[in-house]
């Protein structure tokens, strides 16, 4: 079957960094994505990676090893508005994307 | 550019009772998605669109029903409506290329009682 795995919940300190793990089996790989959703709202995209390595994008990073099945989201200098859930979503052999049930973060001052 | 529009915000439906979801977007995208999202989950795939006239199913198709006549339009029906399908449904829409971003609509939150 296809999974993707995330930890349910994590909590960091304003000004901090937290690294968001995202480990996936699916049949086949066509890219995978990182969206953030604020509670009550709809998912908004923060990265694409399709090929090995990070990709950085001012205070977010994402991070691929195809090998391992296994990506990361890197944020750095949170913010209280940060406070979301992050869902990892990879693309499959049937170009559908396949959706980790997120995880939700917690900023504390 | 409004991107994607859904309507209803919020309903209340009683058991049996049947309800369109609209979903509209201005983008011009080919594909078009409908998920739910339940409490502390990820989004499930009801029905997807490649285009006008062509509907699939995803992965929890059952009680639900979809078309599209336009690029612009693809109302998700529900027949016949379960407490099961108390559940928040998102409407999206992406272009032609599969490393595109899918952009959501705000959703519909469904209470069946």
């Known amino acids: 079957g296809q999974n993707i795995d995330q930890p349910t919940e994590m909590t960091a300190t304003e000004g901090a960094i937290v690294q968001i793990n995202c480990t996936y089996q699916?049949?086949?790989?066509?890219?995978l994505f990182w969206y953030q959703q604020h509670a009550g709202e709809a998912p908004t995209f923060l990265s694409y990676?399709?090929l090995d390595g990070l990709e950085e994008k001012g205070r977010f990073s994402s991070f691929l090893s195809r090998s391992k099945g296994y990506s990361y989201l890197l944020l750095k200098e949170l913010q209280m508005k940060d406070s979301a859930s992050y869902l990892c979503?990879?693309?499959?052999?049937?170009?559908?994307?396949?959706w980790g049930a997120g995880t939700k973060l917690i900023i504390k001052p | 550019n409004a991107g994607v529009t859904q309507t209803p915000k919020f309903r209340i439906l009683k058991i049996g009772q049947s309800m369109t979801l609209q979903c509209t977007q201005d983008?011009?995208?080919?594909?078009m998605y409908w998920y739910r999202q339940d409490p502390g989950m990820g989004l499930k795939l009801i029905y997807y669109?490649?285009?006008?006239?062509?509907?699939d199913k995803g992965e929890v198709p059952n009680g639900y029903n979809v078309s599209r006549s336009t690029t612009e339009d693809f109302p998700l029906r529900l027949e016949l409506a379960a407490p099961s399908q108390t559940s928040v449904y998102f409407c999206?829409?992406?272009?032609?290329?599969?490393?595109?971003?899918?952009?959501f609509g705000p959703g519909t939150r469904l209470l069946v009682l």
């Open positions: 999206a829409s992406r272009g032609t290329s599969e490393a595109e971003t899918q952009y």
């Open positions: 990676n399709v």
């Open positions: 669109s490649v285009g006008a006239g062509i509907t």
């Open positions: 979503a990879v693309t499959d052999s049937n170009y559908q994307l396949i």
């Open positions: 983008m011009n995208h080919n594909y």
């Open positions: 699916t049949s086949g790989f066509n890219g």
